[in-house]
C-alpha cells in the first residue's frame, strides 16, 4: 500500500496523466482505463476520452487497441456496442505469423482474451484456449509485458470457467498461467523492481491476482516503495508509463474493470508534492550519437557518428533533430504510438514487423528504457 505521507505523489502523476487528454491529443484507451480504475479527478478529460473512443473508428485498429477500447468502455459504463462482436470474429482468425513469432506479437490478443472474458466468458472459452496453446508452444524469448497481460487474461479465464466445461481448459490454463509466472518472477530484482521500471506496473497486477504463485518470493511492498522513489526522481511523466502503474498503486488491477463504480468524480483536486526548482544552467553538454546498421539482407550499411550539443536536460528527440539538420545521413522517422512518438526509420532504413527488424537506441552497452 502507499504511505499516506506519500499519496501526494501518487495523485501527482494521476494529474500529470490526466492533463494529457485534450481535444487534439490521440485518444488513448489505457489512460481511461487507469482513470476510471483510480478514481478520475478530471471529469471534463474523463467524459471527452470516453466520448472519442465511443466515436472511435474500428478499421483503424488494431486487436489489442480495440480490446483496449472495449475495456476502456466499459470501466466507463458505456456499452461498447458491435465492438466486442468485431474483436470475438478477429480473435476466431488470429493466427501468428509462424510457431516461433516473436512474444509481443501475443500482446494484443492476450488484451483481446482479456476483454472477451469479461464480456462473456463462456464465448471467450474456446478463442481463449487456442490462445493459450499457442502461447504455451511459442518458441520465442520471453517478454515482460506480454507475459504479465496474458496472466491477466487467463486469470480471468480460469477464474471465470463456466459450469460443466471439461477440466482439460482449467489444467490447460494452469500450466501456461505457472510456466509465465515462473518466468516474471525470475526477473523480480533485489529492489523489488520487475523487468524495469516501466514493466513493473503490468507485472504487479499479474502477480497479484494470478492462482499460481511466483517461484520466488515477491515482496509487494518494497516493489511499491521502490516505485515511489522513482516517481519522486521524476521517472514517470509520459502518460502511458503512468496508465501502466497507476492502477496497482491503488490497488487496482484490469480485472477490477466490470466493477468499477460509475459515481461522479472527486469534487476537489488532490494535493501535489511540491517539485524542487531546477536549477538553471546554459552550459551545453556534447552528446556521442552514432547510428549503426550491420544487418545482414539489408543493403544500406552504415556506421557513423556525429558529435551533437545540446542543452542540459534534453530530451534524446532533440539530438536526433539536431544530427538530423547537420547531415542529412542521420535523416529519421517517427510514427505515433500510445506511449507517444517511436523512432521507426533511421537513414531511410525502416522497422519491418515482418523481418522482425527495429531500431533500438543503447548508452554505451545498455538500452535505454525511455528517450
Not at 235 to 249: C, G, V
Not at 338 to 344: A, D, Y
Request: charged share 15%.
Amino acid at each position: 500500500a502507499v504511505p499516506l505521507a506519500q499519496q501526494s505523489l501518487v495523485d501527482g502523476i494521476q494529474v500529470l496523466m490526466e492533463n494529457s487528454v485534450t481535444s487534439s491529443a490521440h485518444p488513448n484507451p489505457s489512460v481511461l482505463i487507469a482513470m476510471n480504475l483510480a478514481g478520475a479527478y478530471n471529469v471534463e478529460a474523463q467524459k471527452l476520452l470516453t466520448d472519442k473512443l465511443m466515436a472511435s473508428d474500428t478499421a483503424d485498429l488494431t486487436i489489442g487497441q480495440l480490446a483496449l477500447t472495449i475495456m476502456a468502455l466499459n470501466s466507463s459504463c458505456k456499452d461498447p456496442g458491435n465492438k466486442v462482436s468485431i474483436l470475438q470474429r478477429q480473435m476466431e482468425t488470429w493466427p501468428p505469423s509462424s510457431p516461433d513469432a516473436p512474444a509481443p506479437t501475443f500482446y494484443g490478443p492476450s488484451l483481446a482474451v482479456l476483454a472477451l472474458c469479461q464480456e462473456n466468458p463462456k464465448t471467450a472459452l474456446p478463442i481463449a484456449a487456442r490462445f493459450a496453446k499457442i502461447l504455451r508452444f511459442s518458441s520465442s524469448p520471453f517478454n515482460m509485458d506480454t507475459g504479465a497481460m496474458a496472466t491477466l487474461a487467463l486469470t480471468c479465464m480460469y477464474n471465470k470457467i463456466p459450469e460443466g466445461s471439461e477440466e482439460g481448459y482449467r489444467i490447460l490454463f494452469s500450466q501456461v498461467l505457472e510456466e509465465a509466472v515462473k518466468n516474471i518472477s525470475l526477473r523480480i530484482k533485489d529492489n523489488g523492481i520487475i523487468g524495469n521500471i516501466y514493466s513493473t506496473g503490468l507485472a504487479m497486477q499479474a502477480l497479484s491476482v494470478t492462482p499460481k504463485q511466483p517461484n520466488k518470493e515477491w515482496n509487494c511492498q518494497k516493489t511499491t516503495d521502490t516505485i515511489l522513489t522513482e516517481i519522486k526522481h521524476g521517472k514517470f511523466h509520459n502518460p502511458m508509463s503512468i496508465a501502466q502503474i497507476l492502477p496497482s498503486l491503488k490497488g487496482k488491477t484490469y480485472l477490477d474493470v466490470p466493477h468499477v463504480s460509475c459515481s461522479p468524480g472527486h469534487e476537489v483536486q488532490p494535493t501535489l508534492p511540491n517539485q524542487p526548482s531546477p536549477v538553471p544552467t546554459t552550459a551545453p553538454i556534447t552528446v556521442v550519437y552514432t547510428i549503426n546498421n550491420q544487418l545482414r539482407g539489408v543493403e544500406l550499411f552504415f556506421n557513423e557518428t556525429m558529435d551533437v550539443s545540446v542543452k542540459p536536460g534534453s530530451v534524446l528527440l532533440v539530438v536526433l533533430e539536431e544530427a538530423q539538420r547537420r547531415n542529412s545521413m542521420f535523416k529519421f522517422e517517427t510514427t505515433m504510438t500510445s506511449w507517444g512518438l517511436v523512432v521507426s526509420s533511421i537513414n531511410n532504413v525502416a522497422e519491418s514487423v515482418q523481418e522482425r527488424t527495429y531500431w533500438q537506441f543503447l548508452s554505451g552497452k545498455t538500452p535505454l528504457n525511455e528517450g
